[in-house]
């Protein structure tokens, strides 16, 4: 008996886990259907979502880059899985890329104005803040 089950271990398929699973959703998240948005079977179809994403992407240049990451967002599922749909992806890469260069760049620029102030920028500082306009146009009063 032991020798007729040797000889099956061999032709087992070394992929199937024999063993009992102690947790079933593993295998229920692994089986199942990846949708393109957040909102799984609710959300868009793939047709649409490659025009929303192509969509989200545009207007993010036209000066509303946070609309990159609300494409991000909405299409974490493209990002999650690499090989799903690639034309969706295509944009939604992009925004990923184009929401963390905009969001490098203006952290840079805050922390250069924050930090640096004064000290960094000498005589030059009183012409770039804001907060002293109406003293220059005479409008406090105060004169």
């Not at 199937?16 to 079933?24: G, L, Q, T, V």
């Not at 998240?29 to 192509?54: K, M």
């Not at 000498?122 to 012409?127: A, E, H, Y």
Request: proline letters at 7%; charged letters at 15%.
């Amino acid at each position: 008996m032991e020798e007729a089950s040797r000889s099956d271990e061999p032709n087992r398929n070394p992929n199937i886990d024999r063993s009992s699973n102690p947790n079933p959703l593993s295998s229920i998240i692994s089986s199942a259907h990846v949708w393109p948005t957040i909102d799984g079977p609710l959300g868009l179809t793939e047709e649409a979502s490659v025009d929303y994403a192509r969509r989200f992407y545009k207007f993010g240049f036209a000066l509303l880059p946070w609309l990159w990451a609300v494409n991000c967002f909405y299409f974490w599922p493209v990002l999650r899985h690499s090989r799903a749909f690639p034309q969706i992806r295509n944009y939604v890469v992009r925004s990923a890329v184009g929401f963390s260069v905009f969001t490098s760049l203006l952290l840079a620029w805050a922390l250069t104005f924050s930090l640096g102030g004064e000290q960094l920028f000498g005589p030059v500082w009183d012409k770039l803040v804001m907060y002293n306009v109406a003293d220059r146009l005479g409008l406090s009063g105060l004169a």
